[in-house]
């Protein structure tokens, strides 16, 4: 069993920035993807970025230019640097991983992963 958890949500003021970190634990193989989601209260939940072993990177629409994802596979860790964050960003943020090959296209498809964390709160003030 995979074990992820995420840290550095937080609050934040509008078009300001935060970085979250997702540390995964386990077999040391077990996560050709990476990806966060979020979830907005009342609302589902909805694909935010991902990144395979090899850094291919997939953006939501709503993040892209503003959201970077990446990993460091020595340390098992992926990161999500939020920039110029706005209001409609707010949510609980959900790190998953999947052992298995995902094309680009099917990145941002919840049923895809396998593993998740307990999520990390990120507050962002109007």
């Known amino acids: 069993q995979v074990q992820l958890v995420e840290s550095g949500g937080g609050l934040v003021q509008a078009g300001g920035s935060l970085r979250l970190s997702c540390a995964a634990s386990g077999s040391s193989f077990s996560s050709y993807a990476m990806g966060w989601f979020r979830q907005a209260p009342g609302k589902e939940r909805e694909f935010v970025a991902a990144?395979?072993?090899?850094?291919?990177?997939y953006y939501a629409d709503s993040v892209k230019g503003r959201f970077t994802i990446s990993r460091d596979n020595a340390k098992n860790t992926v990161y999500l640097r939020m920039d110029s964050l706005k209001p409609e960003d707010t949510g609980i943020y959900y790190c998953?991983?999947?052992?298995?090959?995902?094309?680009?296209?099917?990145?941002?498809?919840?049923?895809?992963?396998?593993?998740w964390g307990q999520g990390t709160q990120v507050t962002v003030s109007s």
């Open positions: 990144v395979t072993w090899s850094r291919i990177t």
């Open positions: 998953a991983s999947t052992p298995s090959y995902i094309h680009e296209s099917y990145l941002s498809q919840i049923y895809q992963y396998n593993y």
